[in-house]
């Protein structure tokens, strides 16, 4: 059995526009300390995390206790928006748009067959790569979200909504020869992300 918890990022901080490498914000700084003591007896063999700073960030204080180190890895990182506004003028209706069809994508964005398409390989060779270990798993809420659709049975839309404003989410899934068996909530910290965040529907 394979066991990964997934730990959505803390709160980031987006003001200086959007940007994969903006931080987290103090709170999110403070709350990341929750996630060590949630994985802190957890017999976790390693620690990934998306190339995006956020997740990283979130796993730094368990990975300073854990003596662990980050392994950053490709292929996970948070779903591109691209440009939107011509599709509707919310975005969490173009959220909704694209859970109900997988295929669409504002312009220069992904769409989740897109991101389904580059994360849920890496994800797979992990399972095979860690069978009988636990593994940390630092990831973002959309990219997340397409992950669990593919490899459990039933989740979708409504799963996603259930901790879309969890900052930081610590899920944890099991896998038996690579096929879902069970999961569990181990933290969920309802934050929510700043007012600004991608509100202009522009990638920046």
Not at 193 to 201: L, S
Request: hydrophobic share 35%; proline share 6%.
């Amino acid at each position: 059995m394979t066991r990964i918890y997934f730990v959505r990022h803390a709160q980031p901080d987006p003001s200086g526009g959007y940007n994969p490498e903006f931080p987290l914000t103090p709170t999110g700084r403070r709350d990341s300390q929750a996630v060590a003591w949630v994985l802190e007896d957890k017999p976790i063999a390693a620690i990934y995390a998306s190339t995006y700073r956020r997740t990283s960030q979130t796993l730094e204080y368990f990975s300073m206790a854990s003596h662990l180190p980050i392994q950053v890895i490709e292929g996970i990182h948070e779903r591109v928006s691209g440009n939107w506004k011509g599709l509707t003028d919310s975005y969490s209706q173009y959220i909704a748009m694209q859970w109900n069809d997988p295929d669409l994508k504002g312009e220069g964005g992904e769409s989740m067959n897109d991101v389904r398409d580059r994360a849920v390989p890496v994800i797979r060779e992990l399972i095979a790569r860690h069978e009988g270990e636990a593994i940390a798993v630092g990831i973002h809420g959309m990219a997340l979200g397409v992950i669990l659709a593919e490899l459990i049975p039933g989740f979708g839309y409504e799963g996603f909504k259930e901790y879309v404003d969890m900052l930081p989410y610590i899920l944890c899934v099991d896998f038996e020869d690579g096929i879902y068996v069970r999961s569990c909530v181990e933290l969920a910290v309802r934050r929510g992300y700043p007012r600004n965040y991608m509100m202009d529907g522009v990638k920046k």
